[in-house]
């Protein structure tokens, strides 16, 4: 019924940056919140960046000073903006978001697929 699609990891040296992108396609009739969550070697996915309502933002302490959410609501799709990179941002970050669909009354938590970042020199 609804599909995340993520672009944009790729290889980037230590202090750069990459910006990542998700759109959501299927039969969606709104988008509460759409997040991006990552996942380091050997460790549990964690959350990175929460936007809700298109406002209200939320980062990990790791890296709120660094990367940035947004929201491009009439393409249904979100961003993360990572500047400032470090070698231990490296891992697979996913995009989440919670959608309703036309018909459903119960909201979808979507997942993307999982684009790789690799931080290194």
């Known amino acids: 019924q609804v599909q995340l699609v993520e672009s944009g990891g790729g290889l980037v040296q230590p202090g750069g940056s990459l910006r990542l992108s998700c759109a959501a396609s299927g039969n969606i009739f709104s988008i509460p919140s759409m997040g991006w969550y990552r996942q380091l070697p050997g460790k549990q996915r964690e959350l990175v960046a929460l936007i809700v309502s298109g406002t209200k933002r939320t980062c990990a302490d790791s890296v709120k000073d660094r990367f940035l959410i947004s929201v491009d609501n009439g393409m249904n799709t979100v961003y993360l903006q990572m500047s400032g990179l470090k070698p231990e941002d490296t891992g697979i970050y996913y995009c989440?978001?919670?959608?309703?669909?036309?018909?459903?009354?119960?909201?979808?938590?979507?997942w993307g697929q999982g684009t790789l970042v690799t931080v290194s020199s």
């Open positions: 989440n978001a919670n959608i309703h669909v036309r018909g459903v009354w119960d909201p979808v938590d979507a």
